[in-house]
Nanobody, 124 residues
Framework: QLELVESGGGSVQPGGSLRLSCTAS????????FGWFRQAPGKEREGVYC????????IYDESVWRRFTIARDKAKNTVYLQMNNLKPGDTAVYYC?????????????????WGQGTQVTVSS
């Protein structure tokens, strides 16, 4: 059974940093492509940062450019989202997801396996 478990969320002040982790079980991270999404209250779920293909090509939302990065540790079967210079607008529940598609555009409908989400709050 495929399972994704996120961790690392929390509350930080503007300008702070957090690193989210997504550990996969039941499958190897090499066989799926991963992405990070977020959903703020009253808004639709949106793609934040994804691996677009098996080569690890990144695709991300412009709002996180030069602030967020995605990384994969195959030995730990874990995917990370490093978030720097956080802003109040980044406040949301963040989700890790996996897709068996060979390519994606970091859209929620393209991903079939989801974690439970972790809350990120940025406030002074």
């Amino acid at each position: 059974q495929l399972e994704l478990v996120e961790s690392g969320g929390g509350s930080v002040q503007p300008g702070g940093s957090l690193r989210l982790s997504c550990t996969a079980s039941g499958f190897n991270v090499d066989t799926y492509i991963f992405g990070w999404f977020r959903q703020a209250p009253g808004k639709e779920r949106e793609g934040v940062y994804c691996f677009m293909d098996s080569a690890g090509s990144p695709i991300y939302d412009e709002s996180v450019w030069r602030r967020f990065t995605i990384a994969r540790d195959k030995a730990k079967n874990t995917v990370y989202l490093q978030m720097n210079n956080l802003k109040p607008g980044d406040t949301a529940v963040y989700y890790c997801a996996a897709t068996s598609q060979s390519e994606n555009n970091c859209l929620p409908r393209e991903f079939e396996s989801w974690g439970q989400g972790t809350q990120v709050t940025v406030s002074s």
